[in-house]
């Protein structure tokens, strides 16, 4: 069942939602990335605070650390969705941030109890409760977001992948130099999650007519079927402001806007990473202008591509993202083990070419798929009634009340005629 949309507040409880969308993934990312800092000041305390265990593990058992978070992430990516229209996002999504929060005020005991392979293991079970993320949070903005302010509700909330990221590299840094040493990251991620679910458990609603917060307008006007890093999170409001208007004077069509915005979010890093190759020790200030090029161009792909499945279906939004993220995420589980295996000497800048080079032809090569065959226009299969039978299917079946037919009287010359053998032979065993 589907109806018309009418006109909303300005300024709504469909907007906390948003909010509380950002804040959340603010939040996770700050306990997914820190890991990166986390394992820098474990393995080499002198750079941060001395007075804290200092583990001396391999490159290799480094790359696993990094790696083992989406070993349990993939897994839950699928399953998130149906998680997600079973409970509801508001569920869900408590469950995977409490999951969350628990496991990383557990870590740094975790660690001196069971070293790096205890680590790992505490990683692949944070990811199982990060995986439903995704799926829940595209659920939750199809459920909230009007037609019209989607793409602007939407570019807004994953946003906070942006700012997480930023402060899971600008906060990890201070705390592992202050009192509470590496250990302290950990405990700081952990209280974060746990404050956004109490805010969530307050706020959030799974639609409108559930919200006591919401007005009768709004309610209706709101669907009901079911450095680097810094300029990343800047640029995607560019990204957003510009959307808007492209969209609002027409300039280009939704489907449009998102090849361009992907385009550029791709193909400009690519051609980033690959110069990044090829720069000296001595370059280091251009392979950070490089690097800060690359991840703040790439915040366009939110706009892109990461809300295209709401576009295509907003009735399987959450299943949609959860099966695309799950294809996405191999590439994450496999980045720091081929880094691992081809850069033996981190000093080598031929080994780091290999893996520039194949970064840009990940690049390269997705954003291509997505010009030939990506498009914004719902589909056929959006449709409730999509699997029913069609009226012109139906026109056709035979009425189940029409009576049976019956056969012509038959000529009762031609009968004799035909009873004849039989009477016949009757007679003959008489």
Known sequence: MTHKPCKGPRLGVRHLQSFLLFLGLTVMHIARLNVSVAIVAMTNAATTNPNFPEYEWTEKQKSYILSSFYWGYILTLCPGSFLCRRYGAKVVLFVASCGT??????TPWCITWGGWQVFCAIRILQGLFQGVIFPCVTEHLAMWS???ERNRLGAFSYTGTDCGTVLAMFISGMIAKGAMGWPGISYVSGSLCAAWCFLWLIFASNNAT???FVGEAECKATP????ALLAMWLLSYVYLIAADVLLKKKILSLTSVRKLFNTLSFWIPAAALIGIGFLNEENKNL?????TVSVGVNSGATIGSSLNSIDLSPNHAGILIGLSNTVANVIPILTPLIAGEIVADKHNRGQWQIVFGLAAVIFFVGNVVFIIWGTAKAQPWDADDFLKPKDTETACEKPKNTPAEVAPPIDPVLEQQIS??????????E
């Open 420 to 429: 004849w053998p039989e009477q016949y032979t009757a007679k003959a065993i």
């Open 287 to 291: 392979a950070i202008v490089l690097m």
């Open 224 to 227: 009901s079927l079911i450095a």
């Open 210 to 212: 559930e919200s006591r």
């Open 146 to 148: 009007p037609p019209e």
């Open 101 to 106: 929060a628990v496991f990383s005020l557990m």
